[in-house]
């Protein structure tokens, strides 16, 4: 099910951000992007449309998704 970003409070939406990007492990390329940066990233992302804000009922999480993968 997709969350409406525009519905949760800032906090909560820069909390799941920062928590997604956690998850995703170390950045092990040429250079190491900043935190800040891929909260950035993936705010903008979700801002324009082409990343969502993803609640699994089945695994009971909350996950940031690219939307067109998504609606496949």
Request: aromatic share 6%; net charge negative; hydrophobic share 40%.
């Given at each position: 099910?997709?969350?409406?970003w525009q519905?949760?409070?800032?906090t909560t939406?820069?909390?799941?951000?920062?928590?997604?990007?956690?998850?995703?492990?170390?950045?092990?390329?040429?250079?190491?992007?900043?935190?800040?940066?891929?909260?950035?990233?993936?705010?903008?992302?979700?801002?324009?449309?082409s990343a969502?804000?993803?609640?699994?009922?089945?695994?009971?999480?909350?996950?940031?998704?690219?939307?067109?993968?998504?609606?496949?």
């Amino acid at each position: 099910m997709i969350i409406p970003w525009q519905d949760l409070e800032p906090t909560t939406l820069d909390n799941i951000i920062e928590s997604v990007i956690l998850r995703e492990g170390t950045d092990y390329g040429v250079e190491e992007i900043p935190l800040a940066q891929k909260k950035a990233q993936l705010l903008t992302k979700i801002r324009n449309g082409s990343a969502v804000v993803v609640w699994s009922e089945l695994h009971e999480s909350i996950d940031i998704k690219d939307k067109m993968e998504f609606l496949k």
